[in-house]
């Protein structure tokens, strides 16, 4: 028998699997309708749980919003009595109203049990020393795995981000061997290790590390495989649906599971709202099933991503996402080209001479936009060779006009001199003029 964390749960046959989501999301509305928000929008559409029979009727449901959160800031959302709920994660506001999110003890419960079986699903057990280096917080990164991490029974490290030579001496003191952190960190931390004359292979233990939070493309993912001597398991989630534990790759990397029984996920085109077909891109909706302080119900996420529809190995029915590709609000037009920043990433984790980390700025200059692109060498590349910089400057100014149709200006920088974000990592500065 393969032992999986809720064997039963995450094998079930597709139509029992859809037939408990249907049943789930009956109650969802059920709950929701105790919220202002959605009695209100519901009782004015006519909807009811009953308006349920089948799991595709939730396309009858209405989208909901980052603006409805906002506009129905703090309270508007919430199902239960405020006295129920026990704890709360928040946006940081900085661009506007925050949004916010309550979980009552069993929402907590079930999150923790969502991120313990994602964990278990790459092949970390109880037998493991997981070390977080998420940001704790309103984050839901920190505490979000912490939990999920001692579900599983695992020795947790609640190491917190930043401060790369503590985490190092952890991971050294207490055999570290599975780790969290977001993608963009980790480039830095290999360098960290690197000047203090350690390999990450020798001289840890490491065998698992959990990346996500942001996007990334495969070619980082090798990369940060090959750096640390791990494998290393894409993780996604988002604050609205709890954070970490919504849709994570398991041990045979093809995909990243959602949990079904949690969510119902769906992929629409953003232009028409309508459902794409099984494989083409658009973006994912996102409906919890198993919250009961604060129910969101076809949350529209911007993130773009296709169905992957292929039977995964591990045996698991839940069906599986591809990498996000983007956020449609991350998407920039540069002389009338459409460009995603992980095209630009494509390309240059592609080079193996690049270094770990760029930044991509777009201006104005004689009325005339551009777009450059910094990107940071690997250490001692070329060392004072301006012929070799060149070539290699111009090869990048090609790759990256095949790819996105417009010529940068590339700019190589030393490795580790770009200014590094306490979070996510933030790429692209737009400081055009706007007329
Ligand atoms: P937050 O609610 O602040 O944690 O941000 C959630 C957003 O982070 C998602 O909507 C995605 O845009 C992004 N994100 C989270 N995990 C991943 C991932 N594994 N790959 C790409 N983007 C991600
Ligand atoms: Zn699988």
New binding site residues.
């Given amino acids: 028998m393969i032992p999986y964390w809720e064997e039963e749960l995450e094998t079930l046959p597709r139509k029992k699997l859809e037939d408990l989501q249907a049943d789930r999301l009956r109650n969802t509305i059920a709950r929701a309708m105790q919220s202002e928000h959605y009695r209100k929008l519901y009782e004015s559409k006519g909807i009811s749980p009953d308006s349920i029979k089948s799991i595709e009727d939730i396309q009858k449901l209405p989208f909901t919003t980052k603006q409805d959160l906002r506009d129905n800031f703090p309270y508007g959302l919430l199902a239960t009595p405020k006295k129920d709920c026990v704890r709360l994660h928040s ?1 940081s506001g900085t661009t506007g109203t925050p949004t916010v999110i309550f979980h009552n003890q069993h929402d907590l419960d079930s999150w923790a049990n969502l991120v313990a079986r994602s964990l278990y699903s790459t092949g970390i057990r109880d037998t493991d020393v997981f070390q977080n280096m998420s940001g704790y917080g309103l ?3 920190g505490l979000g795995f912490q939990y999920g991490i001692e579900r599983l029974g695992a020795l947790s490290i609640p190491a917190a981000a930043g401060n790369s030579i503590r985490q190092i001496k952890l991971m050294r003191d207490y055999g570290t061997t599975a780790a969290h952190a977001i993608p963009s960190y980790l480039g830095y931390l290999f360098e960290v290790f690197e000047s203090e004359g350690l390999d990450p292979k020798k001289d840890t233990q490491l065998k698992h590390m959990i ?6 493309t495969d070619d980082t993912r090798k990369r940060i495989e090959e750096l640390f001597g791990v494998k290393a398991f ?7 649906m709890n ?2 534990g919504v ?1 994570f790759e398991c041990e045979h990397q093809t995909g ?1 599971h959602v949990w079904e029984d949690a969510f119902v996920a769906e992929i629409v085109n953003p232009q028409t709202l309508e459902p794409v077909p099984d494989g083409e891109i658009g973006e ?1 909706v996102m409906t919890t099933l198993d919250r009961q302080s604060m129910p969101v119900i076809r949350y529209r ?3 773009l991503t296709r169905f992957i529809p292929v039977k995964c190995p591990c045996g698991r029915t839940h069906r599986m996402i591809d ?2 590709t983007g ?1 449609s609000d ?1 998407m920039f037009i540069i002389k009338g080209c459409n460009v995603f920043p992980m095209q630009i990433e494509g390309v240059l984790m592609k080079i193996p001479e690049v270094g770990n980390d760029y930044r991509i700025t777009l201006e104005t200059i004689n009325k005339n936009d551009i777009i450059s692109v910094e990107v940071e060498m690997k250490k001692g590349t070329f060392k004072g060779d301006l012929e070799e910089l060149n070539k290699l400057a111009r090869r990048i100014t090609h790759d990256i006009r095949d790819e996105i149709l417009v010529k940068p200006e590339v700019k190589l920088v030393e490795n580790n001199s770009l200014p590094k974000s306490a979070g ?1 990592a933030v790429r692209v500065f737009d400081n055009r003029i706007k007329s």
């Fill in positions: 946006s984050f839901t990164g990346i996500g939070a942001e996007p990334h894409n993780s996604f989630g988002l604050s609205e954070g970490p849709a990243l994912l996420t911007r993130d990498r996000i956020r991350d996510k």
